[in-house]
């Protein structure tokens, strides 16, 4: 298991929409589920075609959860034969302008709900996973990337924090951010409703600990600007990257082996590394969280 080492030391902003001017509640929730879920059977039908890592996800059924109250992220699981072979986040784009109705049926500005790819990953062990969820009732899922988390609430003041990826738990001085990182990513950092993957490469197929080898401690990270890692990531034939995260405000230092990466319309960069199986997230969202290092 990639355990995590502690130190002391959009999503976008989302909204509900509505589909149909005229439309009665029932109809636009209908029109709205059937939008989502063709969109997210292009994204799977898209990476499934294109990447051989991702054939696994042919024939796979999908359930969707969403995450967190009025959050407007949803986890998709993907499930065959029994078992969970990967997962995607998605959010929605808010659209100016537009409301899901309510009780009244009073008419409003015809518009196609926009979603947005945070985040997925390949694997048994899917974020929030089942098998790692807090059985408190007050456990909330809270989204942010590679800090997200299960929120439980222990008293009126006391907070727990469980990784959803691993299931390990935090350190009682852990606090939450008021903010996720996700949150301020701009629609052109992410995967849209027009998302085609353009590229892809394979740095190494086998997950591997970080602290085997901690050369990366000591190594100078690329730039944090995209261009720069971007042209490095994708020129140069490197073996193994590292990226070292720094979560909750600096709070937790978490490191990654890169494990593939993606290109999305010839102009978007996923890095996917190795955490109880592969999760790919936006490299703008790398940038913000933590360091590319080539040891």
Known sequence: MNIRYW???????????????????????????????????AWIENLSAKDEQFTEWNGAKTEVEALG????????????????????????VPTEAVTRPRSSTQG??????????????LGEFILFHDAFAPLQLSA?????????HWQVALDDQHRQYIDAKTGEKY???????????????????????????TRQRIVSRVE????????????????????????????????????SCSLFGDQVMAPFVVGSIHLWNDSLTYIGVWDEGLRYVPLPYVNKVGKVIIP
């Not at 909330?140 to 997200?148: H, K, Q």
Request: hydrophobic share 40%; net charge negative; glycine share 6%.
């Open 140 to 148: 909330e899922p809270v989204y942010d990337g590679f800090a997200s």
């Open 69 to 92: 109250v009025n959050s407007h992220q949803w986890l998709v699981r993907l499930r065959k034969d029994g078992t969970y072979v990967g997962y995607l986040v998605v959010g929605e």
């Open 7 to 41: 130190t002391l030391c959009l999503l976008v902003g989302i909204g509900m929409i509505c589909s149909h001017a005229h439309a009665a509640p029932d109809e636009a929730e209908h029109d709205w589920s059937e939008q989502f879920q063709r969109q997210v059977a």
């Open 108 to 121: 409003v500005p015809k518009a196609k709900p926009s979603f947005v790819l945070l985040e997925y990953g």
């Open 171 to 197: 350190p009682a001085t852990v606090q939450s951010l008021d903010r996720p990182i996700m949150s301020t990513l701009s629609v052109r950092e992410v995967v849209g409703s027009n998302g085609q993957l």
């Open 208 to 243: 591997t600990d970080p602290f085997d080898r901690i050369d990366w401690l000591k190594a100078v990270p690329l730039s944090p600007l995209d261009e720069e890692v971007t042209r490095k990531l994708w020129q140069e034939n490197y073996e193994r990257i590292v990226i």
